[in-house]
């Protein structure tokens, strides 16, 4: 069964205070890990595909990476807006659906 | 714009009370999927289904039925048998069901037991 793990739960930043989001997963093969950031009431949002170990992707202050154990988000210079639930997601290469962790609250403080 | 609508916001259900959450998208989106979020647990899949008149059981599917008529529409019906439904109820689509496609959500129906 496949599994992902996410640290820590919740993320606590003053404004500016770079830190990383872990994910972790077990999965027979991997297709895809998917990123995603959650605003409370909302849909998630879509953020990056990762495909192989070493691929890295970039948006504004996110940077997304990946080894063939785990992913990390970096968040670089928060602002308060960056204020959200990031959830991850992988794709077992034996089917074709998501299996997502249970997400990291981030809370930056101005 | 492009995007899915999910409605209503928010829904109660009574004892002994089906409901129905509405899921529509104008993407052109050929797969469309049914996930329950509960606090602190990752998103769990209901049903999904790649293509009009064709869906498929995920990992929590009692007490849960769906239907495909249409591409643009996946309607999820929570039945009398479902026992706990009280839940965040999220619509996603893909471009299609064979992978390596992101997921795009809805903004979630809210249900709660009265």
């Known amino acids: 069964e496949d599994q992902v793990t996410q640290s820590p739960e919740a993320l606590r930043l003053q404004e500016g205070e770079s830190s990383s989001l872990n994910c972790s997963y077990t999965v027979s093969g991997l297709r895809g890990l998917f990123w995603y950031r959650q605003d409370p009431g909302k849909g998630p949002e879509f953020l990056f595909t990762l495909y192989s170990a070493g691929e890295e992707k970039e948006k504004e202050r996110l940077k997304a990476t990946l080894t063939k154990k785990e992913s990390f988000l970096h968040i670089t210079a928060p602002k308060p807006e960056d204020s959200a639930t990031y959830l991850c997601?992988?794709?077992?290469?034996?089917?074709?659906?998501?299996?997502f962790g249970a997400g990291t609250t981030v809370t930056v403080r101005a | 714009d492009g995007g899915i609508t999910q409605s209503p916001k928010y829904l109660f259900r009574k004892e002994g009370q089906n409901v129905t959450l509405s899921c529509e998208q104008n993407?052109?989106?050929?797969?469309m999927y049914w996930y329950r979020q509960d606090p602190g647990q990752g998103l769990r899949l209901i049903y999904y289904?790649?293509?009009?008149?064709?869906?498929q059981k995920g990992d929590i599917a009692e007490g849960y039925s769906v239907s495909r008529e249409k591409k643009e529409s996946f309607p999820l019906t929570v039945t009398s048998a479902q026992k706990n439904p009280t839940a965040f109820y999220l619509c996603a689509s893909s471009i299609e069901g064979q992978g390596r496609q992101p997921q795009h959500f809805g903004d979630g129906t809210r249900l709660s037991i009265l």
């Open positions: 997601a992988v794709e077992d290469s034996n089917d074709y659906k998501l299996s």
């Open positions: 289904s790649q293509i009009v008149n064709d869906f």
């Open positions: 993407l052109n989106h050929d797969a």
